[in-house]
């Protein structure tokens, strides 16, 4: 493992990331754990026990205590918790242990503890907005006191603060703190630290699902209603919307619940009724679909939300119970068929007796949350022989799951599963072709890695990097179990041993991969060698070990010579090179691949993937070296040789994609390409590297070369126009030969272009008739200036505090069909009721919206939407503000237009399509 893998790692990691990048990570779930980290969370914190609020409990085995919190606006917090052992509990017995959260409107609740504690569970629940025990004030709120810290303010209206200012961190921070004070012999000896879960409703579902991607010594985790992809959730969507951008920015780039399902480890089983209106179907069942854990589900028909009701359901301690080793496995779908006589049949794996099951489906997908939405229930055909549900489904149904009721009346919930057409939203319709050709197949077990780079195979430094990269992205992180490097022993070239303690702990701080999987064979032979002897021995047909051996057999020999010999046929070797098996040099590395086989593994001999397309020419990766990600541009420095060589990654695709079942050993870039934007960057790609204009050129009206460098100026990763140029230039002169554009020297047809502008101070040119003034074009078929394309305006009119950014501009040489709102001007669909535009004017109003920022120095974000000749949409800050209809041309370059004020650019990316999307799919709430 990695012995130190701590601040002072994480903080070498950021200087080097600095130095190469000039500038750090500031978002998202691994900056989050590093505050946290830094603010010392994962250490037992400071506690008391208090009897101040004993009148308000009923039980003698429950306690109070009070638990030192972080500071919040500078002031000491203290927060307050409900902690109850099990009455039957002896000294000197250990029991397992639950975190409970909970949701909005709670508090500390006794009664919960209590409930844990009958089932045999040391409990704790804490009150995360500063309640202390009491009656309820005449506005429905719970007491506080001195040391109370920060209340929920909506839905993350505090997101603009300093993080360590926001509820939400502070509630974070408390659970962690929870967890860790459960394992403080100091606090209590009795806890079973092995086995301690955590359970969270409404807003404690929420932050579940957060924090079991944060702290991974959770053993299991039961969010009930809470979940993730809030902003597809109609009623949080519409809460969202109200936040300001920056409030809704910082959301969804670091506490969206769903950005952190990649990075749990734990068991889990998700509870939620089917019409919660706070956490709808929709976005309940795309956060389960998104882990890659081991996992269950029970869906009650009608389940009310609250705590009571979520505290309830005996699935609930009965999973608890499975995990930590006193209850029987949940019952668990193999396989669910769907024929063409709209047969819909299931097959399940359950020790129990099953008394019913139940087919449970809507008609109605347009308002997840909407109170006419119902679900209709039908009995299904149940065969406890074959161990088999069918039933017909009905031809009008748009979504449908399963539920099998046990003896014992519980619950066993297959996913729900969309039918009906029409039900893409935005995003999924953007991501459809990634999403529906992911090429994984993994055939179960667990996954281990050795690799070497500390003396040969230079390639190594990128490739340990790229399969943290491969394994984060792909969701199979959780099976990684052994991961060692640096395996060339008896020789190690420190420049290049220090090269790959970089890209492994990099890989590892920026993958999140589990540091406590990982090994350095220069330092840690004994314990990768039990490590591995510990995994190894728990191998069977059912839970192979899958080890992809990417350096000398030295290291991977012992390593399998530990392992009991009954178990060797379940490990599954792969090798891909005749270097690495028969590499012997220097004394200390004796063994070779024929000895591995020797040993009775079951071994996989791949072709050379040098010669494949994970060994690619640089220019190849072009896309990752310009990404908008910084994980992916660290990625791309990790390459050490002339080409972009990542072939000692091809054996773990070559398992996740199937291994003898179909795994693809032939793959390459072209493979892994779509899986790292897809999971990092959205599929776009930024085409303005902020550095210079390589892949752009600039024109001025005057035709002036030098005098274009400074009209468009590189300045703080933006393109800077006049930055260096004096106020009120040429103003009402009639002169204006810094009109001009810089110009892709690419083509485009079907595509999703986003940029970001906000505007200087600076006036110039003719600004007194077109006030702030630029724009985007696209579609140009000649870069004259101006040139013949259709322009995305970006105008702010101060005269009469009006924005015109998003209008449409013909000019001659382009043609397009408008519609309007006949009393206002403005864009208006045809299908709202917008009438056809039948003159020949050039300029077409969006319509209107408040949702801008002016000269306020605040950026706006733009999107334009091009589909050829289809239809191109235009969007302003989220929101769709004009549309324009059978285009001509339908390709062309794209350029950023300099006129009458200073403005920045930035963030200029694009998403090349190959199909048409249909307009529909961009244009739904």
């Known amino acids: 493992m990695i012995t130190d893998v701590n601040m002072k790692h994480c903080l070498i990691v950021i ?194 699902t957060v924090i079991t991607g944060i702290d991974n010594r959770f053993d299991f985790a039961i969010p009930v209603y809470g979940c993730g992809y809030l902003q597809e959730a109609p009623l949080y969507a519409a809460q969202l919307s109200a936040n300001t951008r920056d409030e809704q920015e910082f959301y969804l780039e670091n506490w969206e619940p769903s950005l952190y399902v990649p990075f749990q480890s734990m068991p889990t089983l998700y509870v939620n009724g089917t019409n919660d209106k706070h956490f709808s179907m929709n976005s309940f069942t795309k956060t389960y679909r998104a882990s890659a854990n081991e996992k269950y589900l029970r869906i009650a028909s009608g389940m009310r939300h609250g705590h009571r009701a979520g505290w309830e359901p005996e699935d609930i301690y009965q999973f608890a119970d499975y995990i930590t080793g006193s209850g029987d496995k949940r019952l668990e779908f193999t396989s669910q068929n769907l024929e063409n006589n709209n047969t819909l049949s299931f097959n399940y794996e359950y020790d129990g007796s099953l008394s019913s099951a139940w087919l449970y489906y809507t008609v109605d997908t347009a308002d997840w949350s909407g109170k006419g939405y119902e679900w209709i229930e039908t009995q299904a055909n149940l065969s406890s022989t074959s161990k088999s549900i069918s039933v017909s489904l009905p031809v009008e149904a748009q979504a449908y799951f399963i539920n099998a009721v046990s003896a014992e009346s519980l619950v066993f919930s297959s996913p729900m599963v969309v039918v009906g057409q029409n039900n893409l939203t935005e995003g999924e319709a953007i991501t459809k072709s990634l999403t529906d050709t992911r090429p994984f197949n993994f055939p179960g077990g667990r996954i281990a890695l050795s690799h070497d780079g500390n003396n040969y195979d230079k390639d190594d430094f990128l490739a340990v990097a790229m399969n943290c990269a491969i394994l984060d992205a792909s969701g199979f992180k959780s099976k990684l179990v052994h991961f060692d490097h640096s395996c060339h022993i008896g020789k190690n070239l420190p420049e290049r041993y220090s090269e790959m303690l970089e890209s492994i702990e990099g890989g590892a701080s920026r993958f999140s991969i589990d540091a406590n999987k990982i090994f350095d064979s220069q330092k840690q032979l004994d314990e990768l060698i039990a490590n591995f002897k510990k995994e190894g021995d728990k191998s069977s047909a059912d839970n192979p070990l899958w080890f992809c051996i990417a350096g000398p057999m030295e290291v991977p020999w012992q390593c399998i010579n530990a392992v009991e010999p009954s178990k060797r046929k379940y490990i599954h070797c792969i090798s891909h090179g005749p270097w690495n098996n028969e590499h012997t040099f220097p004394p200390q590395m004796t063994h070779t691949w024929e000895d591995v086989k020797k040993l009775g593994v079951t071994t996989h001999d791949l072709p050379n993937q040098n010669k494949t397309g994970w060994n690619t020419e640089i220019g190849n990766i072009s896309w990752m070296e310009n990404s908008i990600n910084d994980d992916l541009r660290w990625l791309y420095s990790r390459n050490a040789k002339p080409t972009f060589d990542t072939s000692d990654s091809g054996m773990l695709w070559w398992v996740l994609t199937g291994a003898t079942n179909g795994g693809n050993e032939d793959a390459g870039w072209l493979d892994y390409k779509p899986l790292l934007e897809s999971r990092y960057t959205d599929g776009f790609q930024t085409i303005f590297n902020g550095k210079n204009f390589e892949g752009w050129y600039l024109k001025l009206r005057n035709g002036d070369e030098e005098m274009a460098k400074n009209v468009f100026a590189i300045d703080d990763g933006a393109v800077h126009v006049f930055k260096d140029f004096p106020d009120s230039l040429n103003l009402n002169t009639g002169e204006n030969e810094t009109h001009g554009l810089f110009y892709s020297k690419k083509k485009y047809s079907k595509y999703i272009l986003r940029f970001e502008y906000k505007w200087g101070e600076k006036i110039t040119n003719n600004f007194d008739k077109w006030q702030y003034d630029a724009g985007v074009y696209y579609h140009v078929v000649d870069d004259k200036i101006w040139p013949t394309g259709i322009e995305y305006q970006i105008r702010f009119d101060h005269t009469k505090n009006r924005n015109h950014t998003g209008d449409l501009i013909r000019p001659a040489g382009t043609k397009y069909k408008w519609y309007q709102d006949d009393e206002t001007n403005t864009y208006l669909h045809p299908n709202d009721g917008g009438k056809l535009d039948t003159g020949k004017g050039w300029l077409h109003f969006a319509s209107p919206t408040t949702n801008y920022q002016d000269v306020n120095d605040k950026w706006n974000q733009c999107e334009i939407i091009v589909m050829g000749h289809e239809y191109a949409i235009h969007k302003l800050n989220g929101e769709v503000v004009n549309m324009a209809f059978d285009l001509s041309p339908g390709e062309g370059i794209v350029g950023f237009q300099s006129e009458t004020a200073e403005i920045y650019y930035r963030n200029i990316r694009i998403r090349e399509l190959d199909e048409i999307i249909p307009a529909e799919e961009f244009l739904k709430h």
């Not at 967890?179 to 807003?203: A, E, K, M, Y």
């Open 15 to 208: 200087i080097i990331f600095i130095s190469s990048f000039s500038y750090a990570q500031t978002s998202g779930p691994s900056w989050v754990k590093e505050k946290l980290v830094e603010s010392g969370v994962f250490n037992s914190p400071f506690f008391e026990f208090t009897k101040a609020y004993d009148t308000e409990k009923e039980n003698e085995n429950i306690s109070g205590v009070l638990i030192k919190g972080l500071d919040y606006m500078g002031n000491p917090t203290k927060y307050f918790a409900w902690y109850g052992v099990p009455a039957s509990l002896e000294e000197g017995q250990k029991a397992p242990a639950v975190v409970c959260v909970h949701g909005g409107g709670g508090t500390a609740f006794e009664k919960w503890v209590q409930k844990w504690n009958d089932r045999g569970y040391i409990a704790i629940s804490m009150s995360l907005e500063g309640n202390v025990p009491g009656a309820r004030d005449e506005n429905n709120q719970w007491p506080t006191f001195g040391f109370s810290g920060p209340r929920r303010d909506g839905f993350f209206r505090d997101a603009d603060k300093d993080l360590k200012d926001q509820w939400f961190y502070h509630a974070v921070a408390d659970v962690i703190m929870a967890n860790s004070l459960l394992r403080n012999p100091d606090f209590t000896n009795q806890v079973d630290t092995d086995h301690i879960g955590i359970t969270g409703i409404s807003w404690g579902g929420i932050l579940t």
